[in-house]
């Protein structure tokens, strides 16, 4: 019992700071934003790469220059974007995005001057698949922040803060409704997760964030739902993503950053599936 509680203990000391440090890089200002999602994008490429390792022998033997690509590349695509907007063109991020450049060509002629021969089909890939699958998204993350004035007439940090919500009220929803009803598995891939659980916590995620935005913030409902709804089914799914991914694997958790709480892309898996789907909702329809 003793274990049990200090688990939980820990559990929920990981929690509150977890939480404190996600409200904090949200709310205070588009630089603690733009600081929160690169922290982010890094620390899910760092478990991405180690994970793919643990799948493939050849990709475990790729040298840590070739995978510091991904990770320069991916702060190039992250400087490019937020460049562009016009929240951060006080600083000169293009230029910084330049010199990134420079010294990722540096990195990527070393690389295949010296380790050539250990590169591949399998390693380069699985490199690609790590920009899609996590850069690509942090960067559309910080568009959108670029664009809540667009969406929401509201503050800056209402669009991504609706996408969150979205994302952990239907995982907390889904917890409390399979316990309750869950009977029918979702998939042999997260044999826990029920379609009782699934079902009702997205029709609770969009009704508790669609009736809370329209009536606290004023926003419009229409777009409340879109959103919320695509948050909810794309996160479900990239929750099941990396399930298979760690299957694959055979680890249990992709890292240990977070005591209690697994690594970065236990957190983050539903957010970098929902963010492109919402993305492209967004610009699509409204």
Not at 3 to 19: D, E, M, P
Not at 81 to 96: M, R
Not at 118 to 132: D, E
Not at 266 to 284: E, K, M, N, Q, Y
Request: aromatic letters at 14%; proline letters at 4%.
């Amino acid at each position: 019992m003793a274990l049990n509680i200090q688990t939980l203990k820990t559990r929920a000391i990981t929690a509150v700071v977890f939480v404190i440090v996600m409200l904090g890089g949200l709310f205070y200002n588009q630089w603690s934003f733009l600081v929160l999602f690169s922290i982010i994008m890094v620390g899910c490429l760092v478990e991405y790469h180690q994970l793919m390792g643990k799948i493939n022998a050849t990709y475990a033997g790729a040298p840590i220059i070739y995978k510091s690509q991904n990770i320069l590349g991916s702060f190039w695509v992250m400087l490019i974007i937020a460049g562009k907007g016009t929240l951060y063109q006080s600083l000169p991020l293009w230029y910084w995005g330049s010199f990134i450049i420079y010294l990722l060509i540096i990195v990527l002629l070393v690389t295949i001057f010296f380790y050539r021969p250990k590169l591949g089909y399998p390693v380069n890939l699985y490199s690609a698949l790590g920009v899609l699958y996590i850069t690509i998204p942090c960067a559309m993350m910080v568009d959108l922040y670029d664009h809540s004035v667009q969406f929401f007439k509201g503050p800056d940090w209402i669009l991504p803060m609706v996408i969150i919500a979205s994302i952990w009220i239907n995982d907390t929803m889904a917890y409390l409704v399979g316990s309750l009803i869950g009977k029918t598995p979702l998939s042999s891939v997260s044999p826990k997760k029920t379609k009782e659980g699934t079902y009702g916590g997205m029709v609770l995620a969009v009704i508790v964030v669609s009736l809370g935005g329209y009536f606290f913030w004023k926003l419009p409902y229409q777009t409340l739902i879109a959103i919320s709804l695509t948050s909810a089914i794309a996160g479900t799914l990239g929750d099941l993503l990396e399930s298979k991914i760690k299957r694959k694997a055979g680890v249990k958790d992709s890292g240990s950053f977070m005591p209690g709480h697994g690594g970065f892309l236990d957190r983050f898996d539903s957010l970098l599936i929902a963010i492109p789907a919402v993305w492209i909702v967004l610009f699509l329809f409204f």
